[in-house]
């Protein structure tokens, strides 16, 4: 079961495209929606891959956390999106690079270690071009060209933590204007990958899925 891990509003374009794309998965990958302040969302030994989903602040912040960290530790497939993309890079600021105050803007905006923090151009409902970074696990899925990336954000990764991130393992897939770091990967991680635009804006009208979610499924699929 791929747990998609958000807390759903279909009031947003975005959660009604995560809905579109979700139909789209094989049967065999079943997945659904997980509420992170359910249950389910805090024993994930059934799981057999993460979607953490945009929609910040998350009602349980701690859970989305804890899904990280268990793809990290496990080699669970892990893919994050928008917020997904924000949590990710905060637990691997912590975990990976060292930085024991590393947080989020949007919950502590006294941060000492603001890892992610409000991007100098709010991007809600904005479309920027996406460029992945040759040699990259992103780019193998996307090509090297640019292509148009939805976004609905008004955070992201600082510049001033890309080079510790990098430093400590974790790889730059994708940049954009404005939105700066566009998707981040984990080499030595069986799949783990998160991006601040979001790939499944467009399900519900091409009747297929992303070719970055594409991925992910069949990494599930592969490990199981």
């Known amino acids: ?17 995560i809905d579109a794309a979700l139909e789209l998965f094989p049967a065999a990958a079943g997945a659904r929606w997980v509420a992170t302040d359910s249950p389910e969302a805090r024993n994930l030994a059934a799981a057999s891959g993460v979607w953490l989903l945009p929609g ?29 993309f924000q949590h990710a890079v905060v637990e691997l600021a912590l ?18 270690d603001p890892v992610v923090s409000l991007l100098a151009c ?14 990259t696990r992103f780019a193998a899925i ?24 990098e430093q400590a393992g974790v790889v730059v897939g994708a940049t954009a204007p404005d939105a700066g770091v566009e ?29 970055l979610i594409a991925a992910f499924v069949a990494a599930v699929l592969a490990a199981h």
């Open 122 to 135: 709010s991007l809600y409902g904005e479309v920027r071009a996406v460029t992945p970074r040759p040699g």
């Open 56 to 84: 910040t602040p998350y009602r349980d912040a701690d859970t989305a956390f804890g899904a990280i960290r268990h793809c990290l530790e496990t080699g669970l497939p892990f893919f994050g999106t928008c917020g997904g």
């Open 95 to 112: 975990s990976r690079a060292g930085i024991a105050r590393a947080a989020h803007a949007e919950s502590d905006p006294d941060a000492v």
């Open 142 to 165: 996307y090509g090297t060209e640019p292509f148009d990336g939805y976004h609905y954000c008004g955070y992201g990764l600082d510049p001033t933590y890309v080079e510790p991130l």
């Open 183 to 211: 998707a981040i990967e984990l080499p030595d991680h069986p799949f783990f990958l998160a991006t601040a635009f979001q790939p499944q804006v467009g399900a519900s009208t091409s009747d297929r899925l992303d070719p």
């Open 1 to 17: 079961m791929i747990i998609a891990l958000g807390d759903r509003d279909p009031a947003y374009l975005t959660h009604r495209e």
